[in-house]
Protein backbone atom coordinates (compact mmCIF):
# COMPACT_ATOMS: atom_id res chain seq x y z
CA UNK A 1 0.00 0.00 0.00
CA UNK A 2 2.80 1.86 -0.15
CA UNK A 3 3.17 5.07 -3.30
CA UNK A 4 5.50 7.33 -4.76
CA UNK A 5 5.45 9.76 -1.25
CA UNK A 6 5.01 6.65 1.19
CA UNK A 7 8.00 4.58 1.68
CA UNK A 8 7.57 0.60 2.18
CA UNK A 9 9.44 0.14 5.53
CA UNK A 10 10.63 -3.20 6.48
CA UNK A 11 12.50 -5.27 9.17
CA UNK A 12 15.23 -4.93 6.44
CA UNK A 13 15.04 -0.96 5.97
CA UNK A 14 13.46 0.14 8.97
CA UNK A 15 16.98 1.10 10.78
CA UNK A 16 18.61 2.29 7.56
CA UNK A 17 15.43 4.97 6.67
CA UNK A 18 13.89 5.43 10.12
CA UNK A 19 16.66 5.50 12.90
CA UNK A 20 19.73 6.87 10.66
CA UNK A 21 16.96 9.26 9.02
CA UNK A 22 18.34 13.05 8.92
CA UNK A 23 14.57 14.33 8.40
CA UNK A 24 11.85 13.10 10.88
CA UNK A 25 9.99 9.96 10.00
CA UNK A 26 5.97 9.23 10.44
CA UNK A 27 5.65 5.56 10.32
CA UNK A 28 2.43 3.86 10.11
CA UNK A 29 2.07 0.48 11.21
CA UNK A 30 -0.85 -1.54 9.23
CA UNK A 31 -2.20 -4.25 7.69
CA UNK A 32 -3.95 -5.53 4.76
CA UNK A 33 -6.82 -7.14 6.61
CA UNK A 34 -7.16 -4.22 9.06
CA UNK A 35 -10.20 -1.57 8.19
CA UNK A 36 -9.06 1.00 9.94
CA UNK A 37 -5.68 1.03 8.92
CA UNK A 38 -7.33 1.13 5.08
CA UNK A 39 -9.44 4.13 6.36
CA UNK A 40 -6.40 5.95 7.37
CA UNK A 41 -4.46 4.87 4.30
CA UNK A 42 -5.52 8.63 2.26
CA UNK A 43 -4.98 11.11 5.67
CA UNK A 44 -1.20 9.66 6.08
CA UNK A 45 -1.00 9.89 2.07
CA UNK A 46 -1.83 13.53 2.57
CA UNK A 47 0.66 13.97 4.80
CA UNK A 48 3.08 12.52 3.08
CA UNK A 49 2.30 15.09 0.40
CA UNK A 50 1.89 18.12 2.56
CA UNK A 51 5.22 17.72 4.36
CA UNK A 52 6.68 16.33 1.28
CA UNK A 53 11.29 17.37 1.37
CA UNK A 54 10.72 18.10 5.84
CA UNK A 55 9.77 14.70 6.80
CA UNK A 56 9.67 10.97 5.48
CA UNK A 57 6.53 8.90 5.42
CA UNK A 58 6.58 5.01 5.25
CA UNK A 59 4.27 2.11 5.81
CA UNK A 60 4.95 -1.08 7.92
CA UNK A 61 3.22 -3.86 7.19
CA UNK A 62 2.96 -5.74 10.75
CA UNK A 63 2.35 -9.03 8.96
CA UNK A 64 5.02 -8.95 6.57
CA UNK A 65 7.73 -7.54 9.06
CA UNK A 66 7.42 -9.12 12.96
CA UNK A 67 10.35 -8.05 13.98
CA UNK A 68 10.14 -4.11 14.00
CA UNK A 69 6.44 -4.55 15.12
CA UNK A 70 7.78 -6.60 17.87
CA UNK A 71 10.26 -4.14 18.86
CA UNK A 72 8.20 -0.97 19.17
CA UNK A 73 5.46 -3.08 21.13
CA UNK A 74 2.86 -3.09 18.52
CA UNK A 75 -0.17 -4.42 19.71
CA UNK A 76 -3.03 -2.61 18.16
CA UNK A 77 -3.18 -1.31 14.64
CA UNK A 78 -3.36 0.87 13.20
CA UNK A 79 -0.31 2.32 14.90
CA UNK A 80 1.60 5.35 13.87
CA UNK A 81 5.20 6.26 15.33
CA UNK A 82 7.10 9.63 14.65
CA UNK A 83 10.65 9.58 14.55
CA UNK A 84 13.03 12.99 15.34
CA UNK A 85 16.76 11.83 15.12
CA UNK A 86 16.06 7.81 15.68
CA UNK A 87 14.24 8.71 18.75
CA UNK A 88 10.29 8.03 19.27
CA UNK A 89 8.56 11.48 20.03
CA UNK A 90 4.94 10.48 19.69
CA UNK A 91 2.66 7.36 19.23
CA UNK A 92 -0.91 7.34 18.52
CA UNK A 93 -2.92 4.07 18.44
CA UNK A 94 -6.03 3.82 16.39
CA UNK A 95 -7.64 5.70 13.74
CA UNK A 96 -6.85 9.60 14.39
CA UNK A 97 -7.17 12.93 12.53
CA UNK A 98 -5.48 14.32 9.91
CA UNK A 99 -5.02 17.52 12.60
CA UNK A 100 -3.37 15.32 15.23
CA UNK A 101 -0.76 14.56 13.01
CA UNK A 102 -0.01 17.40 11.24
CA UNK A 103 0.40 19.66 14.52
CA UNK A 104 2.79 17.02 16.05
CA UNK A 105 4.70 16.93 12.65
CA UNK A 106 4.73 21.02 12.60
CA UNK A 107 6.26 20.78 16.11
CA UNK A 108 9.41 18.68 14.97
CA UNK A 109 9.87 20.44 11.59
CA UNK A 110 10.00 23.88 13.50
CA UNK A 111 6.80 25.20 11.54
Not at 13 to 22: A, H, L
Not at 93 to 108: D, P
Amino acid sequence: MASDAVLELTDANFEQEVIKSDKPVLVDFWAEWCMPCRMLAPTIEELAHDFNGKVKVGKVDTDANREVSMKYGIQAIPTVMLFDKGQLVKKFVGLQQKAQFASELTKVTGG
